[in-house]
């Protein structure tokens, strides 16, 4: 019963940053956040910035890809709200980088609908809902380098368990274990056309509460797009998403698979560019090929104001 709650919560976890793959289908790491300009560093002094992500899924699917036959019903929604501070350190340098320090705070509402086929008895419902501040990621020292039309940026975060966490309940807020992640993204911007990458290795500590340790985690987020009018551009966004290692409880690899995730993610976006202190970004995300998690949209609305 243990495995089944943190599945449920694990499913929306993720989501918070927002079908079973690492521990029950989520990640700590907020996947397709980050695939606008991630090469770029942010103006010298004090930045804050905004994410709304709205996260919709009718589909979990298992390790075959299709919808998982565990479940009698599934439905997950949720509705998270991030802050951002971004401080980047006036006249320092290191290696020729400029350097930044980051926290961010994510708010999420979470809401499953999800039932345990028990067949023939009735299935067993672990639907529930969640609100209130989730697992805070912390980067305190990034490096940002920056070319004419290359731009760089390197460094290490951590996510740390903050958010609330019951191994009974169905949804949680935190995922109850640290994840560090190294991260690299290049920006290129060639005249009026612009090209960014992020690539993200991410590994996860024990959950003390379950004994579970969630697999490594690769990602790789995209965009690419063109400035079609002063302060206008347009274009394609997502993210491909691979578990590399072995889900693990009690010390044991979880059977029959590993319980290995994997999906990725395609959609348009449109970036606005109000003026140096203040640009707009909203972006849609399709998922597709899901694995042993869930399958479905994603919606960004994302602010920065530089002071």
């Known amino acids: 019963?243990?495995?089944?709650?943190?599945?449920?919560?694990?499913?929306?976890?993720g989501l918070a940053g927002p079908a079973p793959a690492t521990e029950g289908g989520g990640s700590s790491y907020p996947v397709g956040v980050e695939t606008n300009f991630s090469g770029i560093m942010l103006p010298e002094g004090a930045n804050l910035l905004a994410y709304y992500q709205h996260y919709a899924a009718d589909h979990a699917k298992g390790d075959d890809g299709e919808d998982?036959?565990?479940?009698?019903?599934?439905r997950t929604r949720a509705d998270v709200?991030?802050?951002?501070?971004?401080?980047?350190?006036?006249?320092?340098?290191?290696?020729?980088?400029?350097?930044e320090t980051r926290v961010v705070l994510p708010l999420p509402s979470l809401d499953l609908s999800l039932?345990?086929?028990?067949?023939?008895?009735?299935?067993?419902?672990?639907?529930?809902?969640?609100?209130?501040?989730?697992?805070?990621?912390?980067?305190p020292l990034l490096?940002?380098?920056?070319?004419?039309?290359?731009?760089?940026?390197?460094?290490?975060?951590?996510?740390?368990?903050t958010g609330s966490y019951d191994a009974t309940s169905p949804v949680n807020t935190?995922?109850?274990?640290?994840?560090?992640?190294?991260?690299?993204g290049v920006t290129w911007l060639p005249g009026r056309w612009e090209a960014s990458a992020r690539v993200r290795y991410g590994v996860n500590g024990r959950n003390q509460a379950t004994d579970y340790r969630s697999g490594e985690e690769l990602t790789l987020e995209f965009s690419g797009g063109y400035k079609f009018a002063p302060g206008w551009s347009a274009g394609v966004n997502g993210y491909v998403y691979r578990q590399l290692t072995d889900d693990r409880q009690a010390g044991r690899r979880v059977a029959p698979d590993g319980n290995r995730g994997e999906v990725e993610a395609?959609?348009?976006?449109?970036?606005?560019?109000?003026?140096?202190?203040?640009?707009?970004?909203?972006?849609?995300?399709?998922e597709s090929g899901a694995r042993n998690r869930a399958e479905?949209?994603?919606?960004?609305?994302q602010g920065r104001y530089s002071f």
């Open 266 to 286: 395609v959609g348009p976006y449109l970036a606005w560019s109000v003026s140096k202190q203040l640009s707009l970004i909203g972006k849609l995300q399709f």
């Open 81 to 99: 709200l991030a802050l951002r501070l971004s401080y980047v350190w006036p006249g320092a340098r290191l290696a020729g980088a400029t350097l």
């Open 68 to 74: 998982n036959r565990r479940f009698a019903y599934f």
């Open 174 to 184: 935190g995922r109850n274990y640290r994840q560090l992640a190294a991260l690299y």
């Open 143 to 161: 490096l940002g380098w920056h070319g004419d039309t290359v731009h760089q940026m390197a460094g290490l975060e951590t996510i740390l368990p």
């Open 296 to 301: 479905g949209e994603r919606f960004w609305l």
């Open 1 to 13: 019963m243990k495995k089944i709650a943190t599945a449920a919560c694990a499913l929306l976890a």
């Open 115 to 139: 039932g345990i086929d028990r067949s023939p008895l009735a299935p067993l419902d672990r639907s529930g809902t969640a609100s209130g501040p989730g697992d805070m990621t912390l980067a």
